[in-house]
């Protein structure tokens, strides 16, 4: 049984270092590079590696961003970086494998290893359930969850959580509105509600969750129910249960 493999990386002497001793193992099958985060999802969708090595810090796009774009089309992965506090501290509270630059032989063949025994039973050494409480304790360590990566058609948007009116789920995805647009991505409204600043996105239903800074109004209506008016003039139904929630974070 052979696994394919993708490395990721901007610094080419590094992806050169990986496939060096990648090539050493008979089971495993370089089929691309990709210099940096935007690439490497093009490259995920083109060439459906079943193990990435994933630079962390890449500019553009970094390592988490790529995750997070891929969502549950991430296949297995294993971090790589030179050294990142708050990555690495994340890692080891989350037991997702990492590998430390300069990488280390000993160290290569340890996690390449435990790929290939999560490989061999199925399983996706990177699979969602493992990196969703990840990217959420890098995104609150790090403090700085004001953007949403969303893939589109192979590519990547970039949406500012400023410019976001509000999320609606879709079956297995969110569907999100921004401006006059509908994006889609496959992500849960519960892992998106934890990531985004609870002071501005507030949950009004267990299926959508709003932008406060866009509405205009809480309206009654005539059977006792309630919906909250965008500044679009959108109308989305208030849950009684989040009445009292949505109130306090409307007065500040």
Request: hydrophobic share 40%; aromatic share 6%; charged share 35%.
């Amino acid at each position: 049984m052979s696994f394919r493999v993708l490395v990721v990386d901007d610094e080419p002497l590094a992806r050169e270092g990986v496939i060096r001793l990648l090539n050493e193992e008979k089971d495993f099958q370089l089929v691309g590079e990709a210099r940096d985060g935007h690439d490497a999802v093009s490259a995920i969708n083109d060439m459906e590696p079943d193990l990435v090595f994933l630079d962390v810090q890449m500019p553009g796009l970094d390592g988490f961003g790529v995750v997070e774009a891929m969502g549950d089309d991430m296949p297995g992965v294993i971090f790589v970086t030179a050294y990142d506090e708050f990555a690495l501290k994340a890692f080891d509270i989350h037991a997702v494998d990492y590998l430390l630059k300069p990488i280390e032989r000993e160290r290569f063949a340890s996690a390449l290893d435990e790929a290939r025994s999560r490989l061999r039973n199925g399983e996706t050494p990177g699979e969602s359930e493992r990196l969703e409480p990840l990217l959420d304790d890098v995104h609150r360590q790090r403090n700085n969850f004001n953007r949403i990566l969303v893939k589109d058609r192979g590519n990547v948007r970039v949406v500012r959580t400023d410019e976001l009116l509000w999320i609606a789920a879709a079956g297995n995805y969110a569907r999100l509105y921004v401006g006059d647009e509908q994006l889609l991505m496959r992500q849960t409204m519960t892992t998106l509600e934890k990531r985004l600043d609870p002071d501005r996105f507030v949950r009004i239903h267990r299926s959508t969750i709003v932008n406060v800074d866009h509405i205009t109004e809480i309206r009654a209506r005539d059977n006792g129910e309630y919906v909250v008016v965008m500044d679009q003039g959108k109308k989305l139904t208030l849950s009684r249960r989040y009445r009292d929630v949505l109130e306090g974070r409307l007065r500040g």
